[in-house]
């Protein structure tokens, strides 16, 4: 704050010690300072967020859960802020991810577009002829769930019949058809309303760009972990439930392992991508990743927690099990959720 011997509003005089004006209340402040000072500051903020940075890296590699007893002391002006921390990382992680999925997507597109890889469709194509009124006057084939077994249906197939989907296949590498009309060849307009979107969406994800696909899932995925950390949270509260601590105590050990794992995980992304070629090694940095953040879990957890090995394992077994599932499942609701909104 750059403070004034005058209010700028009513023109009281001030002491220094005022934040704001004791007769209007306006914020003792001068906003109207030069592109020099202005700079002055930025490059003096930089480096104060530098410095708590610089405190904040030994404990947060070389000492875990330090960071998080720090805090949940209150001894947190010298250490980084753990959201912004987060937030840093997490970005730096995604970035890399994204940036290693649209390469492997496009390998694949580009293996794809071989001309071995044309000569083995044309030969099929050749092979194989699709005669599409005799599969049309035939009836489907649905699943019996209750019986467990293959059996003859009719409008019931799910979600087409198998001359819609021979159809379907025949036409989707048709670039000249667009997607609305290859929807509208189907003639499944008394469908129910989940057949028809879930059709429209079989169609666009085919007949759209694979990389911007991939790229939303990404994105989408780091809304769900941050959306995950709460949880976890609560997951260690339930497992501490007889200490009392707050729950806030929870979420901020919940980011800072967070933090951690993503910084490894990136970091491994971009030796295994991008600098080793050997598959040898591939599975060594990822092993020696894994071992790497379980471990660091581990410490984090005996530091936080304070409670003896015996204790410390059985909760930290038991929470990174019923995490494990939980990650499993959002991850299957986030693909899932993916593909119907793109």
């Known amino acids: 704050m750059r403070k004034t011997k005058n209010c700028l509003n009513c023109q009281t005089p001030l002491d220094e010690v005022y934040n704001y004006c004791p007769l209007c209340g306006q914020q003792n402040d001068d906003k109207n300072v030069s592109f020099k000072e202005l700079s ?3 490059f003096e903020n930089f480096f104060s967020f530098d410095s708590r940075l610089a405190h904040t890296f030994f404990p947060f590699f070389f000492k875990p859960g330090e960071l998080t007893k720090k805090y949940n002391e209150g001894k947190r002006f010298t250490y980084a802020n753990p959201i912004r921390l987060y937030i840093i990382v997490s970005f730096f992680y995604f970035f890399v991810l994204n940036s290693m999925m649209g390469d492997l997507t496009r390998e694949f597109s580009q293996a794809l577009d071989t001309p071995e890889v044309d000569s083995v469709k044309t030969a099929i194509q050749n092979e194989v002829e699709f005669n599409l009124d005799s599969i049309k006057n035939s009836p489907p084939i649905m699943l019996n769930i209750e019986g467990d077994s293959l059996a003859e249906g009719d409008e019931n197939s799910w979600p087409l019949k198998n001359w819609q989907w021979e159809l379907l296949y025949d036409k989707l590498n048709d670039n000249t058809i667009s997607e609305q009309a290859l929807y509208d060849s189907l003639k499944i307009e008394d469908r129910s309303a989940l057949t028809k979107l879930t059709i429209k969406q079989i169609i666009r994800i085919y007949k759209r760009d694979k990389e911007t696909l991939v790229s939303e899932i990404v994105q989408n995925l780091s809304v769900m972990m941050f959306i995950l950390i709460p949880v976890f949270a609560l997951l260690l509260k339930l497992m501490y439930v007889r200490r009392k601590e707050l729950y806030i105590n929870h979420l901020i050990h919940t980011i800072h392992l967070h933090t951690f794992a993503f910084f490894i995980y990136g970091v491994a992304i971009v030796l ?8 040898a090694v591939h ?11 379980f471990t660091y879990s581990f410490l984090s957890f005996k530091r936080v927690y304070s409670q003896s090995w015996k204790k ?26 993916s593909l119907l909104i793109f």
């Open 272 to 279: 295994v991508h991008w600098i080793f070629e050997s598959d």
């Open 40 to 42: 002055q500051d930025l």
């Open 312 to 337: 410390t394992i059985f909760k930290y077994w038991i929470s990174s099990w019923l995490y494990f599932y939980i990650l499993i499942f959002a991850i299957l609701i986030e693909l899932l959720i």
């Open 283 to 293: 599975e060594w940095t990822m092993m020696i990743t894994l071992f790497i953040v």
